[in-house]
């Protein structure tokens, strides 16, 4: 035993070594920061749509985002008790690997031009939001894959998670602003199916035992995760909108959500379960639902009430969830959720797909304004009908989650 655990600590310490050397010179053969951030200056050959967000990009919402995918998405996955600690540290690890590799990934889509990948703020937002789906992922197969594991999960996943945004964004011209799709909706679905080939019937009763050690450090660390994501979620769901008055409907529309969804927690939790209160957990997961089902929609009109309904209906689907969708993954489907990213993400990003998908079929330059060329560019620009793009709004959704299941067996049997 001593013997198999010195062979692992030195198999992670190898492949992260190799992983690290890898980066190092691939950002030394391909990366250079970006000169231009001026709209003038940008190339035709590079997605600048992208690129020229760097130009009325703020530092203060890097920062919002970047703390939201570290601590927030760190402590997410570190509220069962049992792997507490050693799973908040192996998410730093997923965190910093996940982040280089996202950033050329994604600067070989996005950001490549005369060979070489010119990297700025939106580089990085973008880089943090490929690592939130890993992080989903890794949710869902927490406890049943060692760190060597979901090194190898992120460095997989990152490269689909990149097409994926990229076929979305920037072929098929989809709004999703706040990333109901290529994160929440791509991560959860990608872990399902990692979590399916991985399944061990044997291992399956002790590790429920297991999730029901919810102790004191639990709770703490389900406070910190919920109160960090009210105060940085309204701006990871906003990060890629650099008009202000486009940005607040987005904070708005998720404030109002989640605090429905919270609500809504509150109302049923009673009801599934025999406490009168729901435990801390059950809020983080209500939280989440609530700014998940708001990631394409942010920035549309939803309006005020709209996005209090929505968050509101996401809560009770995340809560029925867990209590008759969860068993049935696992006794028919043969899929253990760890950390129920089927209810928290992959439930309400369908609903916020559908919800986008509704508001697109009522966009029009009266209602939107000016907005419309924000939300909706090639509405404005009349090379695309309203009905067009609510059509791909819609098929963007089965298309993420056939490239997530396909993309979850595959890294699940290699």
């Known amino acids: 035993m001593p013997e198999h655990a010195a062979a692992s600590r030195l198999r992670l310490s190898g492949l992260c070594f190799l992983l690290q050397i890898l980066n190092i010179l691939l950002f030394a ?104 789906a890993v992080l989903i992922s890794t949710g869902a197969v927490l406890g049943r894959v060692n760190p060597v594991q979901m090194l190898l999960l992120a460095l997989l996943e990152v490269i689909l998670c990149s097409l994926n945004e990229y076929i979305l964004l920037s072929l098929m011209g989809v709004s999703d602003s706040g990333r109901s799709l290529t994160v929440h909706t791509f991560g959860a679905y990608f872990g399902l199916m990692v979590s399916r080939v991985l399944y061990q019937p044997h291992k399956d009763k002790r590790k429920r035992e297991e999730r029901q050690d919810m102790g004191h450090h639990s709770d703490v660390f389900a406070v910190v995760g919920t109160i960090y994501l009210w105060i940085f979620w309204p701006s990871f769901t906003s990060a890629t909108t650099v008009h202000d008055n486009a940005e607040n409907w987005a904070v708005l529309n998720t404030y109002f959500s989640l605090v429905a969804s919270t609500i809504a927690t509150f109302i049923l939790s009673p009801v599934l379960h025999e406490e009168s209160t729901p435990w801390m957990v059950q809020i983080q997961d209500a939280t989440l639902a609530g700014m998940a089902v708001m990631g394409m929609a942010g920035k549309m009109l939803v309006t005020p009430f709209g996005a209090l309904i929505t968050g509101f209906l996401a809560g009770l689907i995340s809560q029925l969830g867990f209590r008759f969708f969860t068993p049935v993954l696992h006794s028919r489907l043969k899929i253990q959720d760890t950390c129920g990213v089927h209810n928290v993400h992959g439930l309400p990003g369908i609903l916020g797909a559908l919800l986008g998908t509704l508001l697109t079929l009522l966009a029009t330059a009266d209602t939107y304004g000016d907005r419309l060329d924000l939300v909706f560019p090639l509405v404005a620009q009349g090379s695309r009908t309203v009905t067009d793009q609510a059509f791909i709004q819609l098929s963007a959704l089965p298309l993420t989650l056939l490239l997530a299941t396909l993309g979850g067996c595959l890294t699940g049997e290699l």
Not at 44 to 69: A, E, K, Y
Not at 101 to 120: D, E, M, P, R, S
């Open 29 to 132: 053969v391909f990366v250079r920061y970006s000169h231009e951030s001026s709209p003038g200056h940008c190339p035709p050959q590079l997605n600048c749509s992208r690129r020229n967000q760097d130009s009325g990009f703020q530092q203060p919402r890097f920062r919002d985002v970047h703390i939201q995918v570290l601590l927030s998405f760190g402590l997410l996955v570190a509220f069962l008790g049992h792997y507490g600690p050693g799973s908040a540290a192996i998410s730093i690890l997923i965190i910093a690997f996940a982040i280089q590799w996202a950033v050329l990934i994604q600067g070989f889509f996005f950001f490549f031009h005369n060979g070489k990948i010119y990297v700025g703020a939106q580089s990085m937002v973008s880089a943090d939001f490929c690592t939130s």
